[in-house]
């Protein structure tokens, strides 16, 4: 009987671990596609589409674990991010406060707006995977 039970006891343990290993394994292939650094292209306001400006200087890496870093220019931030679809929303944090990106990433092409559309002060931004 004893010599049942132990066999039992390691029977739950690896099935336990395999179930532990399932659910922490991989994750979604198309957010595994999405991790990688983005470039700055151009950005514009809302009410100004056909004045597009260099975004050279803004990139924004989206790291595995849902976490991204931004830089535009000196400034650097720390973020989340996350993608359903196509659709991306990226936050970044400054003391607290949140910034949040919303928009589509489709084959290496991310485009963001901050702000609310109706917003005059709303900005999109696009951006190449590097």
């Given amino acids: 009987m004893k010599k049942n039970l132990k066999w039992i006891g390691i029977l739950l343990a690896a099935l336990l671990l395999c179930g532990l290993f399932t659910a922490c394994g991989g994750g979604n292939e198309a957010e595994k596609a999405a991790v990688g650094t983005y470039v700055g292209e151009v ?31 000196s400034l650097s931030l720390d973020g989340t ?32 707006t901050s702000g609310d559309p109706s917003d005059i002060w709303s900005v999109t931004y696009t951006f190449n995977k590097q």
């Fill in 43 to 73: 950005y514009w306001f809302i009410g100004e589409p056909d004045n597009k400006i260099d975004n050279s200087g803004f990139t924004i890496e989206l790291a595995s674990g849902g976490k991204a870093h931004v830089t535009r220019d």
């Fill in 81 to 112: 991010w996350k993608l359903d679809g196509e659709t991306i929303t990226v936050t970044e944090t400054l003391f607290g406060l949140e910034n949040v990106y919303t928009g589509t990433l489709v084959d290496g092409k991310l485009t963001v």
